[in-house]
């Protein structure tokens, strides 16, 4: 089992580029979750999904976007790169909403210049 | 509002010494879950524990221990007999039974020097 992966590890985007980071699980997890930690913070909820086709705003969704066509994969993709979104972006899946113990992948730093 | 206080922003101290990671809570829920998780150096977030509202049981495993007090609204972890392979962010986090969301502390960073 490879977990949850994400690619790429490291991007610097100029500002009002696009881009979208990749999600994978393959242990047929449920819910998926995006999550970024800015430095010194803890984790912000962006999105989450509780199964293909589903998915719900989390804590700080604004200028960014879902999308969860498979069980597996759930790309995270920023529209209009601003420099607040220069962070470290975290993927975790999790059987279900009870099964509390979220599986997280090595994350995503971004970098808005 | 839900808020996590992790106080502490960095701990040091050498191999083989107690440690006490604090962690106090606010929320209006009745009903809510209590997590710790472990970020080493290499990044990735590892689940350590759960503890649910109605569960006032203290937990060991291993060298770790949790503390949770309802009176108090803390949920307190020790690594007892630290290990340079403890070093590593901590968190500690809230969430309410019927969320989604949870809200992180700021975490509290522990170095363990050999």
């Known amino acids: 089992n490879a977990g949850v992966t994400q690619t790429p590890k490291f991007r610097i985007l100029k500002i009002g580029q696009s881009m979208t980071l990749q999600c994978t699980q393959d242990?047929?997890?449920?819910?998926m979750y995006w999550y970024r930690q800015d430095p010194g913070m803890g984790l912000k909820l962006i999105y989450y999904?509780?199964?293909?086709?589903?998915?719900d705003k989390g804590e700080v969704p604004n200028g960014y976007n879902v999308s969860r066509s498979t069980t597996e994969d759930f790309p995270l993709r920023l529209e209009l790169a601003a420099p607040s979104q220069t962070s470290v972006y975290f993927c975790?899946?999790?059987?279900?909403?009870?099964?509390?113990?979220?599986?997280f992948g090595p994350g995503t730093r971004l970098t808005v210049t | 509002a839900q808020k996590v206080t992790q106080a502490q922003t960095e701990i040091s101290v050498v191999e083989k010494e107690d440690v006490t990671l604090d962690c106090v809570y606010e929320?209006?829920?009745?009903?809510?879950?209590l997590f710790w998780y472990k970020q080493p150096p290499s990044g990735e977030l590892v689940f350590l524990i759960r503890?649910?509202?109605?569960?006032?049981q203290n937990e060991i495993s291993g060298r770790y221990s949790w503390n949770f007090q309802k009176s108090t609204s803390s949920f307190n972890f020790t690594i007892t007999a630290s290990q340079v392979v403890d070093s590593a962010v901590y968190f500690c986090?809230?969430?309410?039974?019927?969320?989604?969301?949870?809200?992180f502390g700021r975490g509290t960073s522990l170095i363990v020097h050999p």
């Open positions: 975790a899946s999790s059987y279900d909403r009870s099964s509390y113990e979220q599986y």
């Open positions: 242990m047929n997890h449920n819910y």
């Open positions: 999904s509780v199964g293909a086709g589903i998915t």
């Open positions: 929320t209006r829920d009745t009903t809510y879950y």
């Open positions: 503890r649910n509202s109605f569960d006032e």
């Open positions: 986090a809230l969430r309410a039974a019927g969320s989604y969301i949870p809200t």
